[in-house]
C-alpha cells in the first residue's frame, strides 16, 4: 500500500530499488502495478491498468525463459525443456517471486479487491510480476528485461532443473518421509489471524515431535502447502 508519509515517487523509488531496475517513464512502473479494479474505481480519471503490459510481460518471460533453458541444457529435449518452463513461469512460482520483493504492498487496489485480500492473492502477484517484466521491456529493451528476469527467478530456475519445483509439494514431502523413515506427518493450524472473509492461516507440519515447516496461507490447504514446502528445503 502506498504509504502517507511518503510522496508516490518516494514509493516508486523504493520499489525500483528492490527490482534492481530504475525507468525512464515512471508511468509505465505505475501503469504495471495498477489493477483493472483500482482503474474502475476511477473510471472518470481514465487510468490506464495493467493487463496489456502483463499480456506482453507473459511473452517476454516465455522467451528469455526458453533461450536461457535451451544455452543451458543442450542435452534435454523439447519436452523435458517444455516441462521445465512450465515449472517456471506458472503461476505459484510467480507469486512467489513477487511476494519476495514485497510486490504486494506497491498495487494499486480498488477497495473491494482490498478488503478481500488482493496485495496476497496469487493470481494478482502473479500477473503483477508479468506486467513489471513488460513495463522493463518497453522501458529498457530485452536485454534489461532478461536481466530482472534471471535474476528474480534465479532460485526457482534452479530448482526446476534439479528437479525441486513441485506444485504439490505435500504429496512430494510424504513420498520422501515415507522413503526415509515411518513416522507420521502432522499439520498443524498454530496461529488464525483476520475477519472471516479474509483469514490467513499459520500451519506448521512435524514429524514425530519436529516442527519441519511453517507455512502462511489465505486457506488451510495453500498454508499447509507452504509449510510442506519449506519442510522440503530442511530434509533435502
Avoid: W
Avoid at 148 to 153: T, Y
Amino acid at each position: 500500500m502506498l504509504s502517507k508519509t511518503c510522496s508516490k515517487n518516494e514509493t516508486m523509488k523504493e520499489l525500483e530499488e528492490k527490482i534492481g531496475y530504475y525507468f525512464q517513464d515512471i508511468h509505465l512502473l505505475f501503469e504495471s502495478l495498477t489493477h483493472s479494479s483500482y482503474a474502475n474505481e476511477n473510471k472518470k480519471k481514465n487510468i490506464a491498468y495493467n493487463e496489456r503490459l502483463e499480456f506482453l510481460g507473459d511473452a517476454v518471460l516465455s522467451i528469455v525463459i526458453s533461450e536461457h533453458l535451451y544455452n543451458k541444457l543442450n542435452t534435454f529435449q523439447e519436452g523435458e525443456l517444455t516441462k521445465i518452463r512450465a515449472s517456471i513461469v506458472c503461476e505459484p512460482s510467480l507469486a512467489n517471486c513477487s511476494k519476495n520483493l514485497n510486490i504486494g504492498k506497491y498495487i494499486l487496489l480498488g477497495k473491494g479487491e482490498e478488503v478481500t485480500g488482493g496485495r496476497e492473492r496469487v493470481s494478482i502477484l502473479a500477473d503483477t510480476f508479468e506486467a513489471i517484466i513488460g513495463a522493463i521491456y518497453l522501458d529498457g529493451g530485452l536485454g534489461q528485461a532478461q536481466r530482472f528476469i534471471l535474476k528474480s527467478l534465479k532460485d526457482t530456475i534452479e530448482d526446476a532443473i534439479s528437479g525441486r519445483v513441485y506444485q504439490d509439494y505435500k504429496t512430494h514431502l510424504q513420498e520422501y518421509i515415507q522413503s526415509e523413515n515411518s513416522e507420521r506427518i502432522l499439520y498443524e493450524v498454530i496461529h488464525e489471524e483476520g475477519p472471516d472473509h479474509n483469514k490467513i492461516f499459520h500451519v506448521h507440519v512435524k514429524v514425530g515431535e519436529k516442527i519441519l515447516g511453517t507455512g502462511i496461507g489465505r486457506s488451510k490447504k495453500e498454508a499447509e502447502q507452504s509449510a510442506a514446502k519449506e519442510a522440503l528445503k530442511e530434509v533435502q
